[in-house]
Every structure is written in structure tokens, then in C-alpha cells.
């Protein structure tokens, strides 16, 4: 998702006013230590414990008996207020702690102690009963007098003991300078290459002539060869690097790897059963999304949990949801629906980009040359629903179909007709925290002009696809969808507000001019009215040049209608030329392809990585995909193809950002369930799960911490607490399900 920013849960409301200020020292640019007391040589003052905690000295010692039974870390903490922070320097956050019984959790935190409560840095070590000592690195991204160092302890079942030794937080110590382990300097897609499509991988070198290759299958025999190509140095990485295309070998087999200047890459496989696989997780993601259903641990094992946001305790649930205050004197039921990314809100354009592209995948199957819709047919994907004679796809997508309906301000009300923008907790909640145990209070948000306009264009589009498999709800979705456009034209410039950002992301946006055009293409192709016809003819973004070098996404949608009136059958005036500016698109982001000597169809200006950079470059070979299915010219589709080398690992990082596909893949995911690396009794990502991948502004401290001056590529960590970099989100999934769909019908 994009433009959000996450906190951890603060304890400052249960200690009140317990608390006890002291004066603070200040930061300067010698070493200065901010905590107070760390060593507890005679006292523990001025740390405070929550009321459910006794604690005491021992030993030299402060050590805590921490109660059973609470449900979340920050039921029970230590710590210390009033610390001052400056912005831009680094310190040094440092402890020594010790459980008892061995193997619990303390999250350690370096944070804000009044609201917001933001978090600034966070670690969660599993602590031993003999006790260890850490040290961790990090830069402030604020000034600030007001900072709180805490550990939370809570969560368990069983109480422990938990102590406590020289903590410390030290300014003006050196930026710890992280150092990404990037493997082997051949760069190759560590999944599969098409037997008959291009193989193209990246060597990392100081040489500047070029070099032999070969490759070799799993039993080490050199079964072709050839030369690198020198490409000089790569600007979205820094690297000096050369180029090598494999591509006349074609023969299907495991276990290939390339060795070449002394390095032998990692493995992958030439064939076509890694993308079969891949076209089904990346959309059997969404299940494990969903909202407001038990998720079946037989359906997705290890990933089975309770139903999320009922009514049920300590639920405040997504039954009766009221607005902000001010915003409205009504209640919605908008339950059910996708959790948006890593938290638990449910967005509406962010879920009408993310639908509108699982239900262009499986229309791009009925309509394109190469397209096979029973490969995501019913039975295919193992969900509640296989079994009921509509393909698995639309059953999946219809759960957010529902969720966005039922964020339609209802008839009698002001904006009636409109669609509120969001739905989510009224404060930050902290990680890990299953759904199901989220205890904070569920607001709707205001409408939006945008949010009326996704719903209508996806709606509209439902409408065409489900009547084939259920008529009554494709003529509620029309309705809707007519309904929703009346109001956006009644209601025009009705935009987000920016700060809206406190417990969901604030998806602002201030031109709609995008969105009319898209739910005006997609209400023509459905209805064949002329006057969404003659909407989408005098929009000026229908001869607008709209495949830029971010590619689209929430806040850019003109092409979602653009691809649509390309490709589905219509009597438009001038269609041809639609057509043609899709292939002209194209044709862009083919030359930035071979541009770049890491084969991706994305430069965006002054090498800054966007947020959702991955999904951004998956587009892109939409794009191009798009171009091949319109014209079965094979650069095209050779294009899109290898678009999927970069996303699987022919990258700087030598990385696959898709979980569970590659020999080293992402799967630290930002989530607040797919918590492994903070609870080991939770589950990575599924795989098929796409990370966010480099974002040159990597707006969260953690990533600030290890990446400040980052080039390009390498900003990027993967890890949970860099929301920036690594968090999942429905509609990077909906490109990445476009995309492998694609590929695997390539086969």
C-alpha cells in the first residue's frame, strides 16, 4: 500500500500519571547516553512498569514477574519516558535481559510516548534464562523530548519472569553501515525461463571486456556457452555489469545454473510448471486476506485462524461501523471484504484496483488468443467456495465485490450514492496482532469522489463477467454501478483528506479526472450507452499519452480503462487508434526494458523507487502483454516475460520478491499475521506473496536505519518492521496474478 505510516500500540495511557519526569540530557555530537539509570546498581527509578507488573531490584538487577493470560505484548511492559531524540543522529539502543522460563519474547521499543505513539525502532529478541546481551543501531527520523524506551512483555499465557540490565541509549555513535548479503554475482531468475522464451541473466563484475559463459545442467555438464555482453555501470543499482542471453538454449530440465567470471549463480529450472504453480498462489493470497470469515487450516495449512472483525469480542467488529465523528450519523455493515496490506484496514481504491485486475485476469482469458479460463476455473484454487460451478477467480474476487457495495452511502443520507473512502481501526495497532484479536474501535472514513468512481468501474465490470453465473447479483452490481455514477458526477471534487492517516493509510488523491474516465470505459463496455460512450470520447484523458514510467496503480488508473476498451469487444468510434496507443505504450517500456542491463520495463526519473516499485514494473509488462495479445508480435510478449526476471530474482539483491519461489525469497513481509519473525508461533507469508521491493524514500525508521543514501535498487530490506520497503498489498498481488497468469499461458 502507499503513503501509510505504522506504530506500535503505546503504554503511555496505562502508566498516566505514575510516571515521574526527570530532566533529560541532551543530544549533541559527542556520545551522549539518553537513558536514565540503566544499570540499576541501587534503584529502579525512573523506570515504571504496568500496573499488572511487579517489579523490583535484584542482583543489580530490575526484574519484572509478568502476569499470564494477556493477549498482546504491550498488555505488560518496562520502561522510561522523557528521552530526547534528535533527528538525524544515530545511537546506539543496547540491554541486557534474561527469561525465565526460557524461549519468551521481549519487544524491545524506542518510541513516541504520547499520541500518536508512533515507533521509531523495535526489536523482538527471544530471550534465554541465563540472559544475553544485545545491541542494535538505529538514526532518528524526529526531534523530539517526549521519546520512551519500553519492553513489552505481555502476550503469553503463562506468567515469567523477565529482568532487565545496562540499558543504554547512546547518541552520536557512528551509523551502523549495513551491508545486504547479495550471493553470487550472476543474477539470474532463480524460478524458470520459458523453453522457448528469452533467458537473459546480469553478471556483476569489474571486468570491462567481455567474458565466457556457460551453463550447466544439474549434472554439471556445460550444455551451452558464449560470451557477456559489457553493459558499464547500471544506474538504478551503481554496479558495473555485463549482460548474458542464453535464450537459444531450449531444452526443458532442473538444477541449471551460469558460471561465469569465477561465480556460479543460483539454480533454476527451464520449463513451465513453476508458473502454473505461481498463477494459483499468487491468487490464492487473497484468501488468506479475507475479512469477516474463519480461515480453514484444511484449505490453507498453517494458516488457519478465526474469523476476523465479527462482532465478537475483543472485536469491535465491521457489523454496525459508525463514521468518524462528524462525518455521519449512520451505521454500515461492511463486513467481509480483503485486509488491505500488513494492518487490518479495508480500503476502496485500493480494493477496486486490486479487483478490477483479478477480474481483467480472468477476462484477459476468455478474450486473448492465448488465453486458458479454466486454468483458474472452479475447483482450482481451493477456497470455501470451488465446487460451485463459477470459476474460483470470480468467486474470490467477488468477496471484495460485496465488501465495496456495501460502502455505498445509503439512499436518504447526504452523498447518497457515493462510497466512503475507508474503513479501519481509530488508532495504530501494533505487530504481530491476529484480526481476530484486534481490540480497537472500526471508523468509516468520509467519501471520496474516487472511492465512488472505483466502485463504479468495477461494479460495471462485475456486471458483464457474473451474469453468465448469477444474473441477480450482476444487476445489483449494475445498479450500483449507475448509481455510484450519478453521485461522483453530482459530487466531483470530494478528495481525501491527507492527514487522514492515524490507523489506516490516508489514500489521498486530488484528480478524479482518471477515475471518471476508467468507471465511464468500463459502464460503455458493460452497457453500450452512448452516454458513458460519449464521456469516455470527450475525456481528455482518452487521447491523453498515460503509460508514464511508474506505470499504473491506485492513484493512476486511466490505463485500467484504456486496456479495457483496447481489448473488449465494442463498437467505440475510433478503436483502432485505442489500440494503437496501448502499442505505443509498449513500445516505451520495451526500450526501457532493453535499456536497463537488468531487464526491467521501469526507470522511473532520477532513479527514485517508488513505493510498490515491483508491482509497478509488473504493470508495465501488462502493458506489453496487453500489446502482444493485440498484435502476436513475439517482441512483446518476449518483453513481458522477462519482466518476471527481475520480480524473481535477476536483480541487484539477487533476490526473489516473491515468497517462496526462488532460493532466496522475501518472506519477512510487513503483516500483522504473517508475523513469523515476531512470533514464531505465526506463519510467513503465503507463498506467492509479493513484496513491495526498493522505495527510494523508505519512509519508515527501520528502513532508515540501514538504507539512508540507498541506490536505487538496494533500497530495500526484508524485513516486518520496514513497511516501506517489504509490506504486501492486495493489488501488488493483483499484478503479480496478472502477470504469472500470463506467463504460464505462454507456455
Keep these: 500500500m502507499k503513503r501509510r505510516r505504522t506504530v506500535l500500540l503505546s503504554l503511555a495511557g496505562l502508566l498516566g500519571a505514575a510516571l515521574t519526569a526527570l530532566p533529560v540530557q541532551q543530544a549533541g555530537a559527542d556520545e551522549v547516553e539518553q537513558v536514565r539509570n540503566g544499570t540499576f546498581d541501587t534503584t529502579t527509578d525512573p523506570w515504571w512498569t504496568s500496573a499488572n507488573v511487579t517489579s523490583a531490584l535484584s542482583d543489580g538487577r530490575l526484574c519484572a514477574d509478568v502476569p499470564g493470560g494477556t493477549a498482546n505484548p504491550w498488555d505488560a511492559a518496562v520502561g522510561q519516558n522523557d528521552i530526547t531524540l534528535v533527528k538525524g543522529e544515530s545511537y546506539r539502543f543496547s540491554f541486557t535481559a534474561s527469561g525465565t522460563p526460557e524461549g519468551h519474547v521481549a519487544r524491545a521499543i524506542v518510541g513516541l510516548q504520547v499520541s500518536p505513539y508512533d515507533t ?24 523530539t523530548a517526549q521519546a520512551q524506551v519500553a519492553f513489552q512483555v505481555g502476550g503469553g499465557a503463562d506468567a515469567w519472569r523477565f529482568c532487565l540490565d545496562d540499558v543504554s541509549l547512546l547518541g552520536g555513535v557512528p551509523p551502523e553501515v549495513y551491508q545486504p548479503d547479495t550471493g553470487p554475482r550472476v543474477r539470474v531468475n532463480q524460478v524458470a525461463y520459458l523453453p522457448a522464451g528469452p533467458k537473459n541473466a546480469t553478471l556483476v563484475t569489474d571486468a570491462t571486456a567481455k567474458l565466457p559463459w556457460q551453463l550447466k545442467d544439474d549434472l554439471g555438464a556445460t550444455v551451452a556457452h558464449g560470451w557477456t555482453v559489457p553493459r558499464g555501470t547500471d544506474v538504478s543499482s551503481g554496479q558495473n555489469v555485463h549482460s548474458i542471453d542464453f535464450g537459444s538454449y531450449r531444452r526443458p530440465g532442473s538444477g541449471f545454473t ?67 465523528p462528524g462525518v455521519c450519523d449512520y451505521t454500515l455493515d461492511v463486513t467481509g471484504g480483503w485486509y488491505d496490506a500488513g494492518d487490518h484496514g479495508k480500503y476502496v481504491v485500493n480494493g477496486g484496483i ?29 477456497i470455501p467456495e470451488s465446487g460451485n460451478k463459477v470459476p ?79 444474473r441477480a447479483f450482476a444487476t445489483k452490481a449494475l445498479t450500483a454501478a449507475r448509481k455510484a455514477w450519478a453521485a461522483a458526477l453530482a459530487h466531483p471534487e470530494v478528495y481525501a483528506d491527507p492527514n487522514d492517516g492515524i490507523g489506516g493509510g490516508a489514500y489521498s488523491d486530488t484528480d478524479a479526472t482518471d477515475e471518471f474516465y476508467w468507471a465511464a470505459a468500463e459502464l460503455y463496455l458493460t452497457t ?137 525469497s522475501s518472506h519477512n513481509q510487513h503483516s500483522r499475521w504473517y508475523a513469523h519473525e515476531l512470533d514464531p508461533s505465526l506463519p510467513n507469508p503465503p507463498n506467492g506473496t509479493l513484496a513491495g521491493g526498493p522505495n527510494s524514500n523508505i519512509q519508515d525508521p527501520y528502513a532508515q536505519s540501514k538504507l539512508l543514501g540507498c541506490v536505487g535498487q538496494f533500497c530495500y530490506i526484508d524485513d516486518i518492521q520496514s513497511w516501506s520497503t517489504n509490506e504486501t498489498a492486495i493489488n501488488w498481488n493483483a499484478a503479480l496474478t496478472r502477470m504469472a497468469s500470463f506467463v504460464a499461458d505462454q507456455g
Excluded at 521509531?120 to 526531534?143: A, K, M, Q, R
Excluded at 502482444?628 to 517482441?635: E, I, N, Q, S
Aim: proline share 6%; with cysteine; net charge negative.
Design 120 to 143: 521509531w525502532y523495535e526489536v523482538s529478541p527471544e530471550l534465554s534464562v541465563s540472559g544475553n546481551s544485545y545491541s542494535y543501531t538505529f538514526t532518528s527520523p524526529v526531534d
Design 258 to 324: 551460469l558460471v561465469v567470471d569465477g561465480e556460479t549463480s543460483r539454480s533454476f529450472d527451464i520449463g513451465t510448471a513453476a508458473y502454473e504453480q505461481l498463477r494459483l498462489d499468487a491468487v490464492k493470497y487473497y484468501y488468506t486476506q479475507r475479512s469477516g470469515i474463519a480461515i480453514s487450516d484444511e484449505l490453507r495449512p498453517g494458516y488457519g485462524r478465526q474469523a476476523g472483525h465479527l462482532n465478537t469480542a475483543p472485536n469491535q467488529g465491521d457489523a454496525n461501523v459508525p463514521c468518524q
Design 354 to 382: 486490486a479487483t478490477w485486475e483479478l477480474l481483467s485476469t480472468y477476462e484477459r482469458s476468455l478474450l486473448a488468443p492465448t488465453g486458458r479460463p479454466a486454468k483458474l476455473g472452479d475447483g482450482t484454487l481451493a
Design 392 to 470: 474460483d477467480i470470480l468467486d474470490e474476487a467477488r468477496w471484495e465485490l460485496e465488501f465495496l457495495l456495501r460502502m455505498q452511502v445509503p439512499d436518504g443520507q447526504p452523498l447518497a450514492g457515493m462510497a466512503h473512502h475507508k474503513i479501519h481501526d481509530a488508532q495504530w495497532t501494533g505487530l504481530p496482532l491476529l484480526p481476530s484479536d484486534d481490540p480497537q474501535k472500526r471508523e468509516l472514513h468520509p467519501p471520496t469522489t474516487q472511492a465512488t468512481l472505483n466502485l463504479a468501474a468495477t461494479a460495471a465490470q462485475a456486471a458483464r463477467l457474473y451474469r453468465p453465473y448469477d
Design 528 to 664: 453500450g450507452e452512448k452516454q458513458f460512450r460519449t464521456y469516455v470520447l470527450n475525456s481528455p484523458v482518452h487521447t491523453a499519452d498515460i503509460f508514464g514510467s511508474l506505470g499504473f496503480d491506485w492513484g493512476r488508473t486511466a490505463a485500467a480503462g484504456r486496456l479495457d476498451l483496447a481489448t473488449v469487444p465494442s463498437g467505440l468510434p475510433g478503436r483502432d487508434k485505442v489500440r494503437q496507443s496501448v502499442v505505443n505504450g509498449a513500445d516505451r517500456y520495451l526500450s526501457t526494458l532493453k535499456s536497463q542491463p537488468y531487464g526491467m520495463p521501469y526507470a522511473p526519473d532520477d532513479n527514485v523507487y517508488d513505493w510498490g516499485s515491483t508491482h509497478q514494473v509488473l504493470n508495465n509488462a501488462v502493458v506489453l502483454s496487453t500489446a502482444y495479445d493485440l498484435t502476436g508480435t513475439a517482441k512483446y510478449r518476449d518483453g513481458a516475460v522477462q519482466s518476471m526476471d527481475y520480480v524473481l530474482g535477476r536483480n541487484a539483491l539477487n533476490m526473489s520478491y516473491v515468497t517462496g519461489y526462488g532460493e532466496v
